[in-house]
């Protein structure tokens, strides 16, 4: 049992980790595995292909089912648990709770599939309950689900540090992603123009370019790279992602595009604009 | 801190109990408590007026707050810990989470105060996450609050069990309610009339009366007792709430009436019908 695995750890003061995947595992996720491997003495990695985040059924039934694969991968990477309970573990006859996390899950991927964030919360709560660990690592590149999962961890009080890590890229800039599989050789071509759209647009933002103008470019240039369409494009605050027209404070350029009809995902930082010297005041010491 | 001291009785295999409560203490939580007492070594009780379960403003404003005398209540009663968290510390800043429970929280009472149930389950688990206690005690008066608590503990895997005590009465069979308060003599004098309607009407289905033969007789006597009027008053499964024409299964009766401008509610068991005997089957040994 898990719980009890677990404990013995924690009697023993080791610190646990949990990196929750949807199986499919690629360098991205190896990449959360070494981190942590890094932050604690014992890793759990949990594969679970959640029904309840897949808001249409064809797109559940396309996601790449490969256990035997995925722990294969995991070999020598310094996971000690792979973790895969089946569906009625997750959600035993009468499941009926669902845990939400509002503003946060609004727009953005939220926008483009109902009720995929609250499946996403509901599972990644109950594994964050069922493997008991101190500290759990999710990628940046689904930024806006790493900010609903710090949210719902410090809102339930669950006694779990939710980190995230770098986006891993291949050399060519584009994010790993289970969907990059999916796409033909001249779309995965294509593909990479994502990133550097985000790319150009970030620092255009951060020179201090208006931010619609630096956007309508972005847009521009990924639909003229042989993007299908663009779901959104957005500039978000980095902490509670509320929308901004300025780069006022910390923030994160988010875009969803279709390419080759798979839907990738991205994301950059961009850096609060440092405030303009309206003038100098002189002091003197105080008498 | 809450959670060190409970992380210190736990490495002591010290079993924890939680008797979560919302104040204006009664004998009702202190058969709780005593409770907690007899199943574990350590009791936590929790006060928290939570404005997420109050639908009604007014009815929050109304809410009794005698925090002193729940204090000096508690004392001798085997309670270990107080635990009174302001509101700041239960929904702080940019707090955007909320637990619910389909189904079960349909009807009843879910269906006069919206957005009630969730509010409670979503206090319930942060109580749960934030005690770590082992086991939990809730009255069975709150019939519906205890089966929507005992699943989200399932469904999202809480390491906490969740118990029902049986609910405590006045002589007369008025169960026990911090309402009861704000009663007028009179009003208090026509109350246990609830009760009583219900027995009567458990032991009517019981006997094999037409459960809506049984509810109209009940409804009748309880309006002509005194109350305004009927929020609801109706046979539910016993399990998950489903609601019954007939007591197929092990049952509730529960309602929910007005008297004097207050709300009461109650329930009581109805036990599941015993089949009739159909006929006789003779077999002989098999050959």
């Known amino acids: 049992m898990l719980r009890e695995t677990v404990r013995g750890w924690h009697a023993q003061g080791q610190r646990v980790a949990v990196v ?7 360098g991205g996720h190896l990449s959360l595995v070494h981190e942590a491997r ?34 294969a991968r995991l070999q020598g990477q ?35 599939r109902p009720g995929h964030f609250t499946g996403m919360a509901t599972v990644v709560t109950k594994l964050f309950t069922q493997t008991a660990a101190d500290i759990a690592l999710f990628g940046e590149k689904d930024f806006q689900q790493l900010r609903i999962v710090q949210r719902l961890a410090r809102d339930l009080d669950l006694p779990i540090d939710v980190i995230g890590c770098t986006t ?14 999916r796409l033909s050789p001249t779309a995965r071509q294509q593909a990479p123009a994502l990133y550097a759209a985000l790319q150009t647009a970030a620092a255009a933002i951060e020179r201090g370019e208006a931010v619609q103008v630096a956007l309508n470019a972005a847009a521009s240039t990924i639909l003229a790279s042989g993007y299908d369409s663009i779901d959104y494009l957005e500039l978000r605050a980095a902490d509670d992602l509320a929308p901004l027209a300025a780069a006022t404070r910390p923030a994160r350029l988010l875009v969803a595009a279709w390419l080759n009809g798979v839907r990738l995902i991205d994301n950059v930082p961009v850096h609060a604009e440092s405030p303009n010297l309206d003038g100098v005041i002189s002091m003197t010491s105080p008498t």
């Not at 929750?20 to 690629?26: D, R, S, V």
């Not at 891993?168 to 599989?181: F, H, I, T, W, Y």
Request: proline content about 9%; some cysteine; glycine content about 8%.
């Open 78 to 112: 310094g996971a000690d648990i792979l973790y895969v309970p089946d569906g009625d573990t997750m959600y035993p006859p009468g499941f009926a709770t669902s845990v939400s996390v509002e503003g946060l899950s609004d727009g953005l991927c939220g926008a483009a």
């Open 38 to 71: 890094a932050r604690a003495s014992r890793v759990i990695v949990t594969l679970f292909v959640n029904p309840k985040q897949f808001n249409n059924p064809a797109d559940l039934a396309a996601y790449p089912r490969t256990e035997q694969a995925d722990a």
């Open 168 to 181: 891993v890229r291949e050399p060519d800039g584009l994010a790993l992603s289970s969907r990059n599989a």
């Open 20 to 26: 929750p995947t949807m199986g499919a595992l690629h």
